[in-house]
């Protein structure tokens, strides 16, 4: 944890020493946000009675009944469009797309509606949405439980995205996105809901009661949009990268004995630019780290906005290790994942001279 | 709560206060289950219009439910369609393969032989005796749970094996999750898990097999809860404006994961009417009722053929078990419902219609039972000397650059090196046996 965020935390709360998991710590965050606000709502496909397949809205439907955690048809085009519709009312809708690569039917309602109102009404009518959807592979879901289309909201003028790699964060994150008065894409790496993983998917799962990010205080908290969460601190090189790679690279810096500023970039618009200029001017060198596939992704836009701002500074050019650019494959995606060895290539690469 | 605009009083006069409408399902688990608001028409009691009828004329048929299959075990009305006892075994024999398929399959995903499966269990009818009123090479663009179809269709059960295990011998190069399978030989199209995108490209199928002049006609398969997806609608606009020569089955098995058919609007009408807005011809049908439901895709195919339109059908069954491997229906559903399900066992009471017709006793059935278990099990092993899924590093590096276009741009050739060197620096020796 940061010094700001510990600096946020009553004492009292400081002293908590509950932890949960990531799907816990949203589920408390959606629980939080509804009991301080009526007009936060939640809905998407089997949210209410059953609690969501990954369970992250479990218990919500009985604590705030059924018009306020609900259920919707199969229809994700409808789900965000009524979500808008909600919020020209003045609700704080919460949908779930149950699946990350199942929010494309949503799109012109994001893309057209949701991150327009604002602009073409000025101001008159807003859309403060946030729309939950797990993303990201290493659970053997194929190509339609497993993509990580975050490029394609990031190139959208008037959306956020936030992608939280902690319980910690994902918590303090989530409440500030539902308070947020913009349209806000929340992407949840389910490969870490249970805990974090350290890229080999030969040796066993870690849960995430034995990390300290874990530690979720109860009680209303916030993690601000807008700010990357330094991971370590080193003056070798800056490693950029958010969700579940944050923890593979941590490993693979960890067991290469490489001393590394690693950035976890949390919020990937609008981006902690000062924060990236800082540390790339500090150590010469940059390496961006994401599962999604490479082209137009947004490691191009990272790497552009390093070059740009900091090319006085380097020392070895900027590197980006992604996923392919191929659909995510079911049998051979821990060959696709970029893993542990493409990403200590990747450094000795950037280290080299 | 909003404001209303500024200086605005209340213009509306509606009382009492408006309030919102959240479907609930009638059980839930642990609750006793009584079906009895289900309305069973007695087989044989649904007029059989003709098969070139205007949809206006045939209105009541998206309301009643087509049954051919009485309480007796025998056939009645104008809707048996007469098939004689060898073709009658062969679909018995076709259902009782499929559910014995699943039983293995399941196990087989439960042993960690792979990551998912999904069974058809109460729903084999559907596409065992739908497909079977088609002809083989009509297109058939389904869902996930019409294995009954590749299997009435003949497709190998170890390509299928081999596809569930992601394995060495998988057509499908192990790219796609177990159970999407694709067989352009036996004209099914490739699997989607993107719900309902299926059936608009069932249309345009069946509008390019007409703009040619063919003789093939194109069905889809679509869970009710995926006809919510606007691409179904798509579906019935396009279906109706072209007349298209194509069948949309839709396969209302009660539930959809979690969420029950009131979430696609079964508390104010049947799926079946949603046929009558469009124009196009709506049948429902009793979808455990083997007879009923060759009868009716048979309708609807001639239909088709004759150019005198498409045809929307409602099979009314139950998903027996759960959604899939990944799910727990003891968590938001009554157990009891399966037992309590007013329609039977489309298995059981084709067998039962056999037997009383006398060309069929339980001997038989115990013996292809048996038989159909014991050759599940031989494939099953056959297809694990392919291997089983373990950590899934089956297919040379270079397969999963492969057909993402047809030739290989620079950029994929540089990536698929990089994916060949990795598996070099981690597997020097080779890949290991999984
Ligand atoms: C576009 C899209 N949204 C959501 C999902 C996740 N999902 C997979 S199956 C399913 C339920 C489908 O129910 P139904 O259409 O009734 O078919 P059934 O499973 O009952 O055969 C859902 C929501 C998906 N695969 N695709
Ligand atoms: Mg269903």
Known sequence: ?353 | MADRPEGSAAQGDNRPKLSLHVPEPKFRPGDTVDFSHIDVPAAGSTPRPDEACDPAEMRDLAFGLVRVLGDDDKAHGPWDPKLDPDTLRKMLGHMAMTRAFDERMFRGQRQGKTSFYMKCTGEEATSVSASMALAGDDMVFPSYRQQGILIQRGYPLIEMINQIYSNKGDKLKGRQLPIMYSSREHSFFTISGNLATQTPQAVGWAMASAMKGDSRIAATWVGEGSTAEGDFHSACTFATVYNAPVILNVINNQWAISSFSGFAGAERTTFAARALGYGLAGLRVDGNDALACYAAERWAANRARANAGPTLIEFFTYRAEGHSTSDDPSGYRSAQERSEWPLGDPVMRLKNHLIAIGEWDEERQEKMDLEAAEHVKKVTKEAEANGILGHGLHHPFRTMFEDVFEELPWHLREQADQAVHERQTKFPEGLPEA
């Open chain 1, 1 to 353: 944890m940061s010094e700001t965020e510990t600096k946020e935390l009553p004492a009292a709360e400081q002293q908590d020493e509950r932890r949960l998991n990531m799907i816990e710590a949203i589920n408390d965050a959606l629980d939080v946000s509804m009991g301080r606000d009526d007009d936060v709502v939640v809905m998407g496909e089997d949210v209410g009675y059953f609690g969501g397949v990954f369970r992250c809205t479990a218990g919500l439907q009985e604590k705030y009944g059924k018009t306020r955690v609900f259920d919707t048809p199969i229809n994700e085009c409808g789900i965000i469009a009524v979500a808008v519709g909600m919020g020209a009312y003045g609700l704080r809708p919460v949908p779930e797309i149950q699946f990350a690569d199942y929010i494309y039917p949503g799109l012109d309602q994001l893309i057209s509606e949701a991150a327009r109102l604002r602009y073409r009404s000025a101001g008159e009518y807003i859309a403060p949405l946030t729309v939950r959807s797990p993303f990201g592979g290493g659970i053997f879901g194929g190509q339609t439980h497993s993509q990580s289309p975050e490029a394609i909201f990031t190139h959208v003028s008037g959306l956020k995205t936030v992608i939280p790699a902690t319980p910690y964060d994902a918590k303090g994150l989530l409440i500030s996105c539902i308070e947020d008065n913009d349209p806000v894409i929340f992407f949840e790496p389910k490969r870490i809901y249970n805990g974090p993983f350290s890229g080999y998917y030969d040796k066993p799962v870690q849960p995430w009661k034995k990390f300290d990010a874990s530690v979720v205080p109860e009680g209303y908290y916030k993690i601000p949009l807008g700010k990357a969460r330094q991971v370590t601190e080193g003056e070798q090189l800056t490693i950029l990268a958010y969700g579940t790679m944050v923890h593979v690279v941590e490993a693979v810096c960890r067991e290469k004995g490489v001393e590394a500023d690693i950035l976890d970039l949390r919020t990937l618009v609008p981006l902690d630019i000062e924060t990236i200029e800082a540390s790339v001017e500090r150590t010469g060198r940059c390496l961006i780290v994401h599962e999604a596939t490479r082209t137009s992704g947004f490691g191009a836009e990272l790497s552009a906005l390093v070059t740009e701002r900091c090319f006085y500074h380097l020392e070895a050019p900027v590197e980006r290790v992604t996923g392919f650019d191929t659909p995510y494959p079911h049998s051979l995606e821990w060959a696709y994942f970029p893993g542990p060895i493409r990403i200590g290539e990747a450094i000795d690469k950037i280290l080299k001279d």
